[in-house]
């Protein structure tokens, strides 16, 4: 039987999430406040971090940036998160042969009460500038449902306007604070975008099996974004019903505007499926662990 609660078909809808406001205080961060209200182009913080404590970093604000804007970007879980892993043991500044000079914020996109986008430039020493998405972490999940001796995966089909194609895709979702509540984002998702119910317990963490230097996590999009994700297995045996039940069912957080479609694909045909990299790396995680026996009992 499946260990899982199938939910009736319906538009899902949850509470508005907001994001408490940090502390400016941090473990690994001095604020030195050097701000002008008078236009956006003179808001500037300086800030100091252990790596190079006698190099402040000038943090400042882009025309268009409003000092609202501005304070709730440096304060925000995206921004502290980025400056964690400059300074994290496989960081840019760890060894101290590069610095970090300053920073422009270019944009800050709100959902609802909580930063959801953060785009800001960086000046690392040595003439290396990184313009940097910050989304924040993420999670996966890769879900295998077994019925009369085969195995589907539960796909969201999405559109998906930054490609300008309608995706198939697995079930994910941002982080909604600074908790690091994994797992517990990864069940969630899944029920709003699928309408099943998971059991914490049930799932399992495939890139924990990573090499600790990884920190546990994949980065989808180094090349310009933070986004660092966990992926999650979920397998469980279910009646034909219940595979009728979720092909074609639509999902989704209408007031997120999210239009989702359940698809299933049986898992023989999933790596020729699709074009979402969560997928195909969701694939070879599970592979991997399979073939060296580290998944729990099924």
Not at 217 to 228: L, N
Not at 284 to 297: F, H, T
């Amino acid at each position: 039987m499946a260990g899982f609660t199938l939910l009736p078909s319906r538009l899902l809808a949850c509470p508005s999430r907001s994001l408490p406001r940090l502390l400016h205080h941090h473990a690994n961060l001095i604020l030195r406040c050097k701000m002008s209200s008078s236009s956006s182009s003179s808001l500037a913080q300086s800030i100091t971090l252990t790596s190079q404590p006698n190099e402040p970093v000038l943090v400042s604000a882009a025309p268009g940036i409003s000092s609202s804007d501005f304070r709730d970007a440096i304060d925000s879980s995206l921004f502290r998160n980025w400056l964690r892993n400059l300074e994290s043991e496989s960081g840019i500044l760890a060894d101290g042969t590069m610095t970090l000079k300053q920073v422009l914020i270019q944009g800050v996109d709100m959902f609802g009460k909580r930063i959801g986008f953060l785009k800001f430039k960086a000046g690392i020493f040595d003439n290396e500038t990184g313009i940097v998405f910050a989304r924040g972490p993420a999670v996966a999940v890769l879900i295998l449902l077994e019925s009369d001796g085969e195995s589907y995966a539960v796909l969201t089909e999405q559109v998906r306007v930054p490609t300008g194609k309608i995706l198939l895709e697995l079930p994910a979702g941002m982080l909604d604070d600074d908790k690091g509540d994994f797992v517990g984002t990864a069940v969630r998702e899944v029920e709003e975008e699928i309408g099943i119910k998971l059991k914490k317990e049930d799932m399992v963490d495939l890139t924990a099996f990573l090499d600790p230097s990884t920190g546990h996590r994949i980065f989808p999009s180094p090349g310009g974004c933070d986004e660092e994700m966990s992926v999650f297995l979920y397998r469980g045996k279910v009646e034909q019903e219940t595979i009728r039940h979720l092909q074609g069912k639509e999902t989704g957080l209408r007031e997120h505007g999210e239009f989702i479609k359940v698809r299933l694909i049986p898992y023989r045909e999933l790596w020729r499926k699709t074009a979402d990299a969560k997928v195909l790396v969701s694939i070879g995680l599970y592979e991997m662990a399979q073939r060296e026996g580290l998944l729990p009992r099924h």
